[in-house]
């Protein structure tokens, strides 16, 4: 199985978007996610079981693909802020990126915007998917 495949690093992009861990078999390529306990200590992981009790069993077989640090996703904001024609928009975007909470400042901002909502949706998924094919293209092909 192609580890690589376009499916594999939009579905591991979009899980770890949604606060999920990710693992992918060593061998046979498959994906498994669980949640990540530590952005959400309290979640009730009961559902994630099976999926658990597999990678507790057999970690050795799997790899797990990292999210991209906070300071990553904080460049995503400003590569973006920085390439839009709008100067209104940019110079809201670049000052919300500068305020004690820039995340949410930044959403709060684009969240206002709905003739840049959607492409900065399309930006970022096209920059969590390179992100994640950078990241499997590094994993050693003898150990596939």
């Known amino acids: 199985m192609n580890i690589t495949s ?86 809201q975007l670049f000052e919300s990126l500068q305020k004690r909470k820039p995340f949410r400042e930044f959403r709060y901002v684009i969240d206002d915007s709905d003739d840049f909502r959607e492409q900065w949706f399309d930006f970022k998924n096209k920059w969590q998917q390179d992100y994640v094919a950078r990241y499997l293209n590094q994993l050693k092909p003898s150990d596939e």
């Not at 669980?34 to 992981?45: E, K, R």
């Not at 009790?53 to 057999?58: G, H, Q, S, Y």
Request: glycine letters at 2%.
């Open 6 to 91: 376009p499916d594999n690093i939009k579905i591991i992009a979009e899980e770890l978007d949604c606060g999920f861990r990710a693992f992918i078999h060593r061998k046979t390529g498959q994906l498994l996610f669980i949640p990540d306990t530590s952005s959400y200590s309290d979640l009730d992981t009961d559902v994630w079981n099976e999926e658990i009790e597999t990678l507790e069993k057999n970690i050795a077989e799997y790899y797990e693909i990292e999210k991209w640090t906070s300071n990553e996703a904080f460049e995503i904001m400003r590569t973006f802020s920085d390439q839009l024609t709008d100067h209104t928009l940019k110079r």
